[in-house]
């Protein structure tokens, strides 16, 4: 299945914890709290190309599975991680943080991030 598409958040869980672990000031916590964020993936064979807005931010990252690259942090910090494809999965460690990305289902695209056992999972549809 391909990662490419746009899809809508539809649910998150754990938004405020995890922010706070992260070292998000309580004003971005509550600007992006109920803010239902556009996540735009381009899979072109192994690079990819993930844009998510965030009401005005945008925060785009772009790499090769496989490859070290510098990746955008929630934070908005740069940290060099390499992507693993594991099946319908996308993994990746960032200062303290591991995320996957699964392609659930051809339409539901599920984002999970722990820190400090926090886990932040985000469910997004296909637009």
Do not use: C, W
Request: aromatic share 8%.
């Amino acid at each position: 299945m391909s990662f490419s598409g746009k899809y809508q958040l539809e649910t998150h869980d754990n938004f405020e914890p995890f922010m706070k672990a992260i070292g998000l000031p309580d004003e971005f916590i509550q600007e992006g709290k109920d803010i239902k964020s556009i996540s735009e993936i381009e899979e072109t064979g192994d690079h990819f190309k993930v844009t998510v807005t965030t009401g005005t931010k945008l925060l785009t990252n772009s790499f090769t599975i496989g490859q070290e690259t510098e990746l955008e942090s929630p934070t908005g910090e740069k940290v060099n991680s390499v992507v693993r494809r594991e099946g319908n999965k996308l993994k990746f460690s960032l200062k303290g943080i591991d995320s996957v990305t699964e392609l659930a289902d051809a339409n539901t695209l599920v984002n999970t991030m722990t820190v400090a056992g926090i886990a932040y999972k985000r469910i997004s549809k296909r637009i």
